[in-house]
């Protein structure tokens, strides 16, 4: 059984069937695989049931993070020129910020799908990408402070 991805054999957890002397004398010494066992075999069937529900969970909350974000406007209220430009820029970690304090969920700056960068007053729907890929785009407002 593999511990470790090896090239030109197999991935990590497959059992794989190779000559003793391969085994031996170069996976075994390595640390890349094991002597497929029932007793090694059910316990890697456990953890692998326990990552599933692991990453169902992580899921789970990243719909319902996605179903708060849906409903809220983000609001930031920014210095801008007359014409509405920007002096400066709201990045990402402006937007992740002013999420945290408006609905009070964590949000990370790694969530958003391309660079965010907006530089005028506007409104724009931004697209994020949370984790265990659950998509979706929030809404985030530019206005100008008076």
Do not use: C
């Not at 003793?20 to 170069?26: E, L, S, T």
């Amino acid at each position: 059984m593999l511990l470790e991805d090896v090239p030109k054999l197999g991935k990590r957890g497959e059992i794989m069937e190779v000559s003793d002397g391969y085994a031996r004398n170069y996976l075994f010494p390595r640390n890349l695989a094991v002597e497929a066992t029932n007793g090694y075999i059910k316990h890697i069937e456990e953890n692998k049931k326990t990552e599933e529900k692991r990453k169902q969970s992580i899921k789970e909350q990243s719909e319902e993070i996605l179903e708060k974000l849906k409903d809220v406007t983000v609001v930031i209220k920014v210095k801008a020129g007359e014409k509405g430009k920007l002096f400066g820029a709201v990045t990402s970690q402006d937007i992740a910020s002013k999420i945290e304090e408006m609905v009070g969920i964590q949000f990370d700056k790694t969530w958003f799908e391309e660079k965010v960068n907006l530089k005028e007053v506007g409104t724009y729907m931004v697209k994020i990408k949370l984790p265990q890929g659950v998509k979706g785009e929030i809404k985030v407002e530019l206005i100008p402070e008076k």
